[in-house]
């Protein structure tokens, strides 16, 4: 898989935040000396923005970056940032920062997820995200639901990929007891998920009630992994308040041990696959 934009702008960031606190700067004084807000050199260290040859030059100065091929590493890295990837053609209802979600996730070679409410976007039907959108999203119109549905069901190609990307999703049981756009739109989408459940690199599993108090209690979350080691994994977690990505270390074994320790408490994937037709059936 060939770089995408948002793995060049992190990767870029994570070298620049390195050569600044190597050269014993503060975010704060580098921000002051390129005239910018501290919020937005801190967005293009973490890969957030893109940032301008003017800025990247003037840091490489600052951190006295003087080899020609590393500088030029560096400013091809900036040029590749600023290339638009294929959903920049949903911008106008692309939810605000979750472009860098579905950017990560286009360039991703592995999924782990835990959802509470909805089936994850990479595993829902049509009807069933558009049944789920109109709810989120009351003030939109026809037409911009159906272009969000439209992403969702383009960001599932990545599961037809050669080798296709993995996921492991766990879906709490509240999700396919939930009957989400009627009885008929919910049967499909649970007999969508049995299906798509044997697909190379697909594995789902049912948390159920019975199990009781779990490590999921903190809400949904995902981690998405990079066919670069040097590329840090990325733990994702959506909320009302808005999109945060954690990408230090401690942040993200925190959410992989808990995605450990909600799997072991979960049902096997025949189990749940068991269960979701059993539910699926119960709506016919």
């Given at each position: 898989m060939s770089m995408g934009p948002t793995v060049r702008r992190r990767r870029l960031g994570t070298e620049l935040r390195?050569?600044?606190?190597?050269?014993?700067?503060?975010?704060?004084?580098?921000?002051?000396?390129?005239?910018?807000?501290?919020?937005?050199?801190?967005?293009?260290?973490?890969?957030?923005?893109?940032?301008?040859?003017?800025?990247?030059?003037q840091m490489l100065e600052m951190y006295g970056v003087k080899a020609s091929d590393q500088r030029q590493v560096l400013v091809d890295m900036a040029r590749e940032g600023h290339r638009k990837g294929w959903w920049a053609a949903y911008d106008d209802v692309l939810p605000s920062g979750f472009d860098i979600y579905v950017g990560l996730e286009a360039e991703t070679t592995a999924v782990r997820s835990y959802e509470v409410s909805a089936v994850h976007g990479l595993l829902q039907t049509a009807d069933y995200a558009r049944a789920v959108l109109r709810e989120m999203y009351p003030r939109h119109t026809t037409e911009q639901i159906e272009r969000l549905v439209d992403l969702r069901m383009a960001r599932q190609r990545?599961?037809?990929?050669?080798?296709?990307?993995?996921?492991?999703?766990?879906?709490?049981?509240?999700?396919?007891?939930?009957?989400?756009?009627?009885?008929?739109?919910?049967?499909?989408?649970?007999?969508?998920?049995?299906?798509?459940?044997?697909?190379?690199?697909?594995?789902?599993?049912?948390?159920?009630?019975?199990?009781?108090?779990?490590?999921?209690?903190?809400?949904?979350?995902?981690?998405?992994?990079?066919?670069?080691?040097?590329?840090?994994?990325?733990?994702?977690?959506?909320?009302?308040?808005?999109?945060?990505?954690?990408?230090k270390d401690k942040e993200v074994r925190a959410r992989a041990e808990a995605f450990d320790r909600l799997r072991a408490a979960a049902l096997s994937p025949f189990e749940s696959a068991d269960l979701i037709g059993e539910a699926a059936r119960a709506l016919t």
């Open positions: 390195k050569l600044r606190e190597k050269s014993g700067f503060k975010l704060e004084e580098v921000a002051a000396e390129l005239g910018v807000a501290p919020s937005t050199l801190s967005r293009i260290e973490t890969g957030k923005a893109p940032t301008k040859s003017a800025y990247l030059n990545r599961l037809d990929d050669e080798p296709p990307l993995e996921v492991w999703a766990i879906l709490d049981e509240a999700i396919i007891r939930r009957t989400v756009g009627g009885p008929e739109c919910m049967r499909r989408q649970l007999e969508h998920l049995v299906a798509e459940g044997e697909r190379q690199g697909m594995t789902i599993q049912v948390l159920p009630f019975a199990s009781g108090a779990h490590a999921g209690h903190g809400g949904p979350f995902s981690i998405l992994e990079f066919p670069d080691r040097d590329d840090a994994e990325v733990a994702y977690m959506e909320s009302g308040a808005g999109h945060i990505y954690l990408e």
